[in-house]
């Protein structure tokens, strides 16, 4: 049974610092693994895909891992601003359409 | 594109009564279309897979007599909630799946049972 969990489950930071937000999975065949933000009350907005072939994918200041033989993936985030307060959800495809979500990390970043 | 819209937003309904959601894809076809159910502080939970035309897929422990799906087209699914509990109080998300790996998410609906 796959199972997805993310460390820490909160971190609240100084703006102006780089993070680095953990998510490991227990089954390494996974098609792919996405990063989701979700703000207070609302839906998720993906931030990025690292497809199994890929070892990493990057969008701006936000830059994605994956191991796949470790069965971790790491979300980094750059020079952090107060506006990137959010969840972060992981989740990995159980099939090529359910995805498993991560227990995710609370990120507070204050100014 | 690949826009995900709920309706509604918010939701309070008192014990006992059923409330339904939408769930629409408004630029592209879903070929499957996902519901899940967030409690507060928690992650969100896989509830049913509805697939156009067909019965919705429940996972585990997910009373398909409580939730309804209905997937009358490739652009809507339906879910209601009957006879609502105040437990049955959450935020539901939906998906849309329009083919490869990749799902698109609504922004939610939070319902609240009194």
């Known amino acids: 049974k796959q199972e997805v969990t993310q460390i820490p489950a909160a971190l609240s930071v100084p703006e102006g610092e780089n993070l680095v937000l953990n998510c490991s999975f227990t089954?390494?065949?996974?098609?792919?693994l996405q990063w989701f933000r979700q703000d207070p009350g609302k839906g998720l907005t993906s931030l990025l895909l690292i497809q199994s072939s890929q070892r990493e994918q990057t969008s701006g200041r936000l830059n994605a891992s994956l191991d796949k033989s470790s069965g971790r993936s790491t979300l980094y985030i750059a020079a952090s601003q107060p506006g990137d307060s959010a969840t972060y959800l992981c989740?990995?495809?159980?099939?090529?359409?359910?995805?498993?979500f991560g227990t995710g990390t609370r990120l507070q970043v204050f100014p | 594109g690949a826009v995900v819209s709920q309706h509604p937003s918010r939701v309070i309904c008192k014990s006992g009564t059923s409330v339904k959601i939408e769930c629409r894809s408004l630029d592209f076809q879903a070929t499957t279309m996902f519901w899940y159910r967030q409690f507060p502080k928690q992650s969100l939970m896989l509830m049913a897979t509805s697939n156009e035309g067909s019965k919705a897929t429940y996972e585990q422990g997910v009373e398909k007599d409580k939730f309804l799906i209905n997937h009358a087209s490739l652009t809507l699914s339906t879910l209601t909630v009957t006879s609502a509990h105040p437990e049955d109080s959450s935020f539901y998300i939906c998906?849309?799946?329009?083919?490869?790996?990749?799902?698109?998410f609504g922004p939610g609906t939070r319902l609240t049972v009194t």
């Open positions: 998906s849309a799946h329009r083919g490869g790996y990749e799902q698109y």
């Open positions: 089954d390494s065949a996974i098609y792919n």
């Open positions: 989740a990995v495809p159980l099939s090529p359409d359910k995805l498993i």
